[in-house]
């Protein structure tokens, strides 16, 4: 899933939701209910947004270590980028 289709994946979240049950430990939900109060949101948007950042962290790590094997697989030659030295002088 790439990160496209998850931001499209997360309008079609705004539009159809679910109640789900979770169990939190008591100190998390004491600490998210003071920070809802505080950004004058509630606990459910609080934690839906939290989620999708967690979401969209986890694919952008999977594209980072895909990244980070395609180098070590294929490493930048030494001129690989000579030609555009001269460019930004």
Do not use: C
């Not at 004491?30 to 969209?56: C, G, H, P």
Request: glycine letters at 2%.
């Amino acid at each position: 899933m790439d990160i496209l289709y998850l931001e499209k994946f997360s309008i079609l979240w705004r539009l159809t939701m679910r109640t789900i049950q979770m169990t939190l430990d008591d100190e998390l939900v004491e600490s998210v209910d003071k920070l809802v109060k505080e950004l004058n949101t509630s606990r459910s948007a609080f934690i839906r947004d939290a989620l999708r950042e967690a979401v969209k962290r986890f694919y952008t790590s999977i594209q980072e270590e895909k990244h980070r094997q395609g180098y070590l697989f294929h490493p930048v030659n030494k001129d690989e980028f000579s030609v555009w030295e001269k460019e930004q002088d």
